[in-house]
């Protein structure tokens, strides 16, 4: 919780941060990358954060054919 609480006072300051969450308790920040240092350290001063993981953007989408 005190992750998303980050997430939305980041947004607040006009970040452009959402967040999603699957099956686990994994948060997953959602920004550009010019956003990313400081997504990165409001997240690692959050309470309770024990690992931050990053990643950059992926490809684009493609049509996959069918074997």
Do not use: N, W, Y
């Amino acid at each position: 919780m005190r992750c998303l609480q980050t997430v939305r006072k980041l947004q607040g300051s006009g970040v452009g941060v959402f967040f999603t969450i699957d099956a686990g308790p994994q948060v997953k920040a959602i920004c550009l990358p010019e956003h990313a240092h400081e997504v990165h350290a409001a997240l690692a001063a959050t309470e309770g954060v024990i690992d931050i993981m990053e990643s950059g953007l992926g490809d684009a989408a493609r049509l996959v054919e069918a074997s």
